[in-house]
């Protein structure tokens, strides 16, 4: 399986500054097709998670762009460029290009600092 | 409105079986592969089985295979995870998803396996 690890696991972050997660894969996320299935997560406390990015930097429907992410390979970023009151929560990265089974990072918390 | 019901979660106990159940509205339901994903209490997320639009194909994570069965009936927009000889480990909340890029998700239900 592939291992997808997160860093940091706990970020707190002042009102008003920019926020970035890490995330690695174990091995290298390039599709045969060419694309690269990689996909940020957004969980509030108490909801369910809200898919923000796909296929590395797609922001989905709805998500402000403050929200932007990058990488290839097996190297990716999420990053944040002000943070709001309404970003709190947990941040997951998943991987779908080695797709049995797709396979999330643990989770990195963002707290108002 | 993308929008995905569970329903059926509940308390059972170990070695005891559950069936969930989730309804789709709001997008063309029979095109899509549908994905159960979990989150035990305090945790991540683990993906646990997906079904192929015409559901002649299902994916399994190791932890469930030969236990858990997911299915579809697409007259009804719906998709299902039967769960049996349930595991205090299977507790969690149980998302539906669309896709196996699961880009909408459920509210969740609650499985509680506990004697």
């Given at each position: 399986?592939?291992?997808?690890?997160?860093?940091?696991?706990?970020?707190?972050?002042?009102?008003?500054?920019?926020?970035?997660?890490?995330?690695?894969?174990?091995?290298?996320?390039?599709?045969?097709?060419?694309?690269?299935?990689?996909?940020?997560?957004?969980?509030?406390?108490?909801?369910?998670?809200?898919?923000?990015?796909?296929?590395?930097?797609?922001?989905?429907?709805?998500?402000?762009?403050?929200?932007?992410?990058?990488?290839?390979?097996?190297?990716?970023?999420?990053?944040?460029?002000?943070?709001?009151?309404?970003?709190?929560?947990?941040?997951?990265?998943?991987?779908?290009?080695?797709?049995?089974?797709?396979?999330?990072?643990?989770?990195?918390?963002?707290?108002?600092? | 409105?993308?929008?995905?019901?569970?329903?059926?979660?509940?308390?059972?106990?170990?070695?005891?079986?559950?069936?969930?159940?989730?309804?789709?509205?709001?997008?063309?339901?029979?095109?899509?592969?549908?994905?159960?994903?979990r989150?035990?209490?305090?945790?991540?997320?683990?993906?646990?089985?997906?079904?192929?639009?015409?559901?002649?194909?299902?994916?399994?994570?190791?932890s469930v295979?030969?236990r858990f069965?997911?299915?579809?009936?697409?007259?009804?927009?719906?998709?299902?995870?039967?769960m049996?000889?349930l595991r205090a480990e299977d507790t969690a909340?149980?998302?539906?998803?669309?896709?196996?890029?699961?880009?909408?998700?459920?509210?969740?239900?609650?499985v509680?396996v506990?004697?």
């Open positions: 399986d592939v291992v997808m690890t997160q860093s940091p696991l706990s970020l707190p972050v002042t009102l008003g500054q920019p926020a970035s997660i890490s995330c690695r894969s174990s091995q290298s996320l390039v599709n045969s097709d060419g694309n690269t299935y990689l996909s940020w997560f957004q969980q509030r406390p108490g909801q369910s998670p809200r898919r923000l990015i796909n296929k590395v930097s797609n922001r989905d429907s709805g998500v402000p762009d403050r929200f932007s992410g990058s990488g290839s390979g097996t190297d990716f970023t999420l990053k944040i460029s002000r943070v709001e009151a309404e970003d709190v929560g947990f941040y997951y990265c998943m991987q779908a290009t080695h797709w049995l089974p797709i396979t999330f990072g643990q989770g990195t918390r963002l707290e108002i600092k | 409105e993308v929008q995905l019901v569970e329903s059926g979660g509940g308390l059972v106990r170990p070695g005891g079986s559950l069936r969930l159940s989730c309804a789709g509205s709001g997008f063309s339901f029979s095109p899509y592969w549908m994905s159960w994903v989150q035990a209490p305090g945790k991540g997320l683990e993906w646990v089985a997906r079904i192929k639009p015409d559901g002649s194909e299902e994916h399994y994570v190791d295979r030969g069965t997911i299915s579809r009936d697409n007259a009804k927009n719906s998709v299902f995870l039967q049996n000889n909340v149980y998302y539906c998803a669309r896709g196996v890029g699961v880009d909408y998700w459920g509210q969740g239900s609650l509680t506990s004697s």
